[in-house]
């Protein structure tokens, strides 16, 4: 079980949008539809963003939005804000309830 | 509101056991909508999954430390655990004790907890 591949930086401007890739096997983000997002500040617990691939929990701004394809997960962020440069993390269900996390992605806002 | 509280010793000695306990208040563990976890963070790295259980007892882990760790559920004390045995340097991390679903929605987390494993 090796960990879902994620770019390990990413960064945008103000205003702008970025996507984080997340990438898997057929075996995890392939198979089931159970993709999670998470945001963490240093030296503070990760925050849901996403949950099931697209689903936006209360509270969370709809300037995050994800989606899959095929064996590849993504997280996009329109309207970038200062508060957005943080670390992100994917998450997959992997079966038999078991889960996977991506290597974590450090977003910079320039 | 839930709230979830890791505790037990910060500093391990190496070949030995690290033993967590999870605190969970504003709610029940004996939920049939939740799954309990445990995912740890070694210093600067990412997120790792170490294992989940239901509150019937039913536990899940992964599969690179199945054979090292336990987790417990305390249901009188709404409390769980962690058990991991002959702990290396490698197991230094923040360990996060959290609430989450079967497919992986992990809506609550404590706020972690540094174990070192150094002699």
């Known amino acids: 079980q090796s960990a879902l591949t994620q770019p390990a930086s990413v960064s945008g401007s103000p205003g702008q949008s970025i996507t984080i890739s997340c990438t898997g096997t057929?075996?995890?983000?392939?198979?089931?539809?159970?993709v999670s997002w998470y945001q963490q500040y240093p030296g503070k617990a990760p925050k849901l963003m996403i949950y099931?691939?697209?689903k936006r929990p209360s509270g969370v701004s709809n300037r995050f939005s994800g989606s899959k394809s095929g064996n590849t997960a993504s997280l996009t962020i329109s309207g970038l804000q200062a508060e957005d440069e943080a670390d992100y993390y994917c998450?997959?269900?992997?079966?038999?309830?078991?889960?996977?996390f991506g290597g974590g992605t450090k977003l910079t806002v320039l | 509101q839930l709230q979830l509280q890791e505790s037990g010793p910060g500093l391990v000695k190496p070949s030995e056991t690290l033993s967590l306990t999870c605190t969970v208040s504003?709610?029940?563990?004996?939920?049939?909508?939740?799954?309990w976890g445990w995912i740890r963070q070694p210093p600067g790295k990412g997120l790792e999954w170490i294992g989940s259980?239901?509150?019937?007892?039913?536990?899940y882990y992964n599969p690179s430390l199945k054979s090292r760790v336990t987790i417990s559920v305390y249901t009188s004390k709404n409390q769980f655990s962690l058990k991991m045995i002959s702990v290396t340097a490698a197991d230094t991390a923040v360990y996060y004790c959290?609430?989450?679903?079967?497919?992986?929605?992990?809506?609550?987390w404590g706020q972690g907890t540094l174990v070192t494993v150094s002699s």
């Open positions: 259980m239901y509150y019937s007892g039913s536990t």
């Open positions: 998450c997959s269900y992997a079966g038999s309830s078991t889960l996977i």
């Open positions: 099931e691939g697209s």
């Open positions: 504003g709610g029940s563990i004996n939920s049939v909508s939740y799954y």
């Open positions: 057929s075996s995890d983000v392939g198979s089931y539809n159970f």
């Open positions: 959290a609430r989450l679903n079967e497919v992986g929605r992990v809506d609550n």
